[in-house]
């Protein structure tokens, strides 16, 4: 058993249950919650958690313990960049959520951030599995090997590079999103104010 094994448990619930406790979460991670909070630049900004939502957090939680990215600003940001580039498969919500936590890596760290995202172009990702107690028994280390994850981390070749490129705009442009939103329905109001005035 490796370090990150025992310092995890031996199986992804396990671990699953100690990344929780790492990160100040519940038991069910949160699951049963019906809206998400976070602080952002000192204000609390909530959204509902969705079912769809929660179907990807279940495997997004599992990949924080065999990654052993932290629940924290600059971690969200590597399993986000990590979870697109090994993919998300169906899962709209994953693919949303962590192109705008890959956005904030581009800003805070780039160069962890490009790390984590040509980590997930050379390894797996649990999305394609079924989740439940056959996957949660697994042991953790052979989850690990068998995703790429013990693998050597080798130089990014041009193709990485390309894709961090094209997943890097896409990001940012999801990000710029709402403040666009915003920022139109700002000029419709004024529009509307000004032709009635």
Not at 70 to 79: H, N
Not at 99 to 128: E, Q
């Amino acid at each position: 058993m490796d370090e990150r094994s025992a310092q995890g448990g031996n199986t992804l619930r396990e671990a699953k249950l100690a990344f929780f406790e790492a990160a100040g979460l519940p038991a069910d991670g949160g699951y049963e919650a019906r809206f998400v909070w976070f602080r952002v630049l000192g204000m609390w900004v909530g959204f509902p958690n969705t079912a769809a939502r929660v179907r990807a957090l279940r495997d997004h939680d599992l990949h924080h313990a065999l990654t052993d990215y932290r629940a924290d600003w600059m971690g969200e940001a590597q399993i986000g960049a990590w979870e697109v580039a090994s993919g998300c498969r169906g899962f709209l919500a994953a693919w949303v959520l962590n192109l705008w936590a890959m956005s904030a890596g581009l800003v805070i760290s780039p160069a962890k951030t490009f790390r984590a995202f040509v980590r997930g172009r050379h390894s797996s990702n649990l999305y394609a599995q079924a989740y439940g107690d056959e996957l949660l028994d697994r042991n953790i280390s052979d989850v690990r090997r068998a995703s790429g994850l013990e693998a050597r981390e080798g130089p990014a070749g041009l193709r990485d590079v390309l894709a961090f490129a094209g997943f890097s705009a896409l990001s940012l442009g999801l990000a710029g999103l709402p403040l666009v939103l915003v920022g139109l329905g700002g000029w419709a109001l004024v529009a509307k104010l000004s032709a009635a005035g």
